[in-house]
């Protein structure tokens, strides 16, 4: 090792004991001997084979030690042992400017943030602003830190890479040459996570794209590969590739660029004459050549695929029967649940959020803040709840059937199965409906964790189960637990499983809703919403209903306002 890497191993050493709260003058000791060797003038070999290890400030005997074993061996075992103890996801928030090891260990101690994607997701439910040395420009200041360091990562979110597509489409328009450019592949089929982008361009060459694309800003590196294909990388690292499409073959090219590969392949199995070229690495121009989607698979006699389903997975019994199922949409959405408010973590007053679901034109949104579990996110007690319930009775008066609010609350489900407020409370309190979900305790083990839930999903008054698996994007893994038999559960008992629409979740994801579906389950869309503009995720959580092929009636936010009454009421009553 030369001597920046073990001046780098050296602090980090030095932070490992900052974070566990190792004596001061230990982890100080650390950070002087690094700093020596960086501003020593001397390189290692010389400073160990003639022994002036010592004649630099700070290094004594023992760091003299420590120093030539890293040197030979690249490692220490103190080094190992305290890396051990640390979540390796701190040190990826510590690259974050203005966020020292002294409030990453308030984040970790009080939120049990452990990595960058929690970090984001809090910040997203604004649960740092009522934190000691935090607040709301500090919360801000971290998110901007967090995007700068997403290009690192080579696997991004779809909300990321929809926002950077956005942005290149809109530059690519500002240019009178192209006639059209379209997102396709894994962001047009809406995948959860994407690992490169693909655009559809129309009315300029490859030649000439390159020229235009070393003009934008949305553009870092840009490299012709043939006639038909350019590629490069977006600033935050993200893959492209441009295709140059032609506008008599669009439906053809859309079909190619879209995919997925398996899809593709379930289309060329088809029988057509000619079979379709669809594998367009070599520049190939796609066959047949046709205007449209629908004309495509009308031309081999199959029915339309929407792109969400693109995926090799249902199609072949689409292609079989020779009909595909009516998906839902969003105009079918009349209403929506899981959105919080002022009174826990939301960011908007109940009465803003009222306001805007009427501006949607919604027919009714159920407000479900945190209970009284949920310390971090200021979770309501009794008298909270009952001050709540009084604001939204006023409110329902005001909109005078404009709007039904519907009173609800996410409920933690506490680590033995209960429900975070004993049966009198709830009792007493009388809520529409109640989203249980699990926001602690992370780590039990499969069969404890399946039993947990089961026990919140066998009482009356559960109506839905938030966020079913746990799982944060890029950041949290689900826990461990036997989602197949929660679904059974779920059905036996009539609660509703959610597909959770924040783009950090995305929870169920389409195969399980798909299974869920198929087993007898309702389902709901649910925004999850901290902000007014979360409200507008509601797309993501339709997208992966789409992507399971679900119909309307699989979705009670499709439900008549009538309907869901009902269902409220048989939830409270057991009629």
């Not at 420009?137 to 926002?163: N, V």
């Not at 009794?382 to 604001?391: P, S, V, W």
């Not at 994801?509 to 995720?537: C, T, V």
Request: proline share 5%; aromatic share 8%.
């Amino acid at each position: 090792m030369d001597k920046k890497e073990v001046a780098a191993l050296l602090k980090e050493i030095a932070l490992f004991m900052e974070i566990q709260e190792e004596e001061p003058f230990r982890a100080q000791s650390y950070q002087r001997a690094a700093r020596a060797l960086d501003d020593s003038e001397e390189d290692l070999d010389t400073l160990i084979q003639e022994n002036k290890l010592q004649t630099l400030p700070g290094i004594g005997d023992n760091l003299e030690k420590k120093i030539k074993e890293i040197y030979s061996t690249g490692t220490h075992p103190l080094h190992q042992e305290l890396k051990n103890q640390v979540p390796e996801g701190l040190l990826e928030i510590l690259k974050i400017p203005g966020l020292g090891v002294k409030k990453v260990k308030v984040l970790f101690r009080e939120l049990g943030i452990s990595n960058l994607g929690e970090l984001a997701y809090a910040c997203e439910e604004n649960r740092l602003i009522e934190i000691p040395g935090f607040g709301k420009k500090t919360q801000d200041k971290i998110l901007e830190g967090i995007e700068t360091l997403l290009h690192y990562q080579k696997s991004f979110l779809l909300l990321t890479a929809r926002e950077v597509l956005n942005r290149v489409q809109k530059d690519l328009l500002s240019y009178d040459r192209v006639e059209n450019c379209v997102a396709t592949g894994s962001v047009r089929r809406w995948c959860d996570i994407v690992h490169d982008l693909d655009i559809l361009v129309s009315g300029i060459s490859a030649e000439d794209l390159i020229p235009l694309l070393i003009e934008m800003e949305t553009i870092k590196e840009t490299e012709l590969v043939n006639e038909r294909l350019v590629v490069g990388k977006t600033p935050e690292g993200i893959p492209i590739d441009f295709h140059i499409g032609d506008k008599k073959a669009w439906g053809s090219w859309l079909v190619a660029t879209t995919g997925n590969s398996l899809h593709l392949g379930l289309i060329q199995e088809n029988e057509g004459d000619p079979p379709p070229v669809l594998d367009l690495r070599d520049g190939k121009v796609p066959h047949p050549p046709i205007q449209t989607e629908e004309e495509f698979y009308q031309y081999y006699s199959l029915p339309f695929i929407p792109p969400e389903l693109r995926e090799g997975s249902k199609e072949k019994e689409f292609f079989q029967n020779n009909s595909a199922p009516r998906l839902v949409e969003p105009q079918d959405i009349k209403g929506i649940f899981h959105v919080h408010t002022t009174y826990s973590d939301g960011a908007a007053t109940l009465k803003k959020v009222v306001e805007e679901c009427h501006h949607l034109g919604w027919k009714f949104v159920g407000i479900s803040d945190h209970s009284q579990s949920a310390f971090y996110a200021n979770g309501l007690e009794k008298k909270d709840l009952e001050r709540q319930a009084k604001e939204l009775e006023n409110l329902n008066k005001k909109y005078g059937g404009g709007i039904k609010l519907f009173h609800g609350v996410e409920c933690d489900i506490l680590p033995d199965g209960s429900l975070d407020y004993p049966d009198s409370v709830l009792d007493e309190l009388n809520l529409d409906f109640i989203i249980a979900s699990v926001h602690s305790n992370f780590r039990m083990s499969r069969e404890d964790m399946t039993k947990r839930i089961i026990k919140a999903l066998q009482h009356p008054r559960v109506t839905m189960l938030g966020h079913p698996t746990g799982r944060l994007l890029l950041a949290r893994e689900a826990y461990s637990l036997d989602l197949e038999e929660i679904i059974k559960v779920a059905v036996e008992n009539e609660v509703v499983l959610e597909i959770n629409a924040n783009p950090y979740r995305l929870d169920l994801n389409w195969e399980w809703a798909d299974y869920a579906y198929e087993q007898g389950s309702l389902l709901a869309i649910n925004p999850d919403a901290h902000r007014l503009d979360g409200l507008e995720h509601l797309e993501y959580g339709i997208a992966v209903a789409r992507k399971a092929a679900l119909p309307p009636q699989a979705i009670i936010n499709s439900f008549s306002l009538e309907n869901i009454e009902k269902l409220f009421k048989r939830k409270r009553t057991g009629q």
